[in-house]
């Protein structure tokens, strides 16, 4: 007997099966803000690289596994991520209660576009960090 869960993954695969992996995670971003459970799903079929496992950490934080999400960045090359995805490490450190952990990713910030500016600052703000 297949469970409506195997039946929707089943449905899944063969409809993702063949589809360029960037269009998957291009998806898979559309639907973290309305759909993190579905996103998480996506992230998972996509290849990975240390931007998926910052997506992957993100979902999980929206779903509450904050846990799970921790253990989706171990060992995650922190010089590859895009300054967003570094935020959403810094912010995970926080919440973790690694504050040292969360300063020092941000102090490894070289250079903040004006654009984030702002975004930047509050966030350091809010986290009681230091920019």
């Known amino acids: 007997a297949h469970t409506p869960g195997a039946v929707h993954a089943q449905r899944l695969d063969q409809v993702l099966q063949g589809h360029d992996p960037a269009a998957v995670a291009q998806a898979a971003l559309a639907l973290e803000d309305t759909d993190p459970a579905a996103a ?52 995970l450190a926080a919440a973790a209660g690694d ?22 600052d509050g966030l350091a703000s809010t986290l009681g960090l230091v920019v």
């Open 40 to 91: 998480l799903d996506l992230w998972s079929r996509v290849p990975g690289s240390p931007a998926v496992q910052v997506a992957t950490a993100r979902c999980l934080l929206q779903l509450g596994r904050t846990e799970q999400a921790l253990t989706a960045v171990e060992g995650l090359d922190v010089g590859a991520l895009e300054l967003g995805d570094l935020l959403v490490v810094v912010a």
């Open 99 to 120: 504050r040292d952990t969360a300063q020092t990713l941000l102090d490894s910030v070289q250079e903040v576009p004006p654009t984030l500016r702002s975004t930047v």
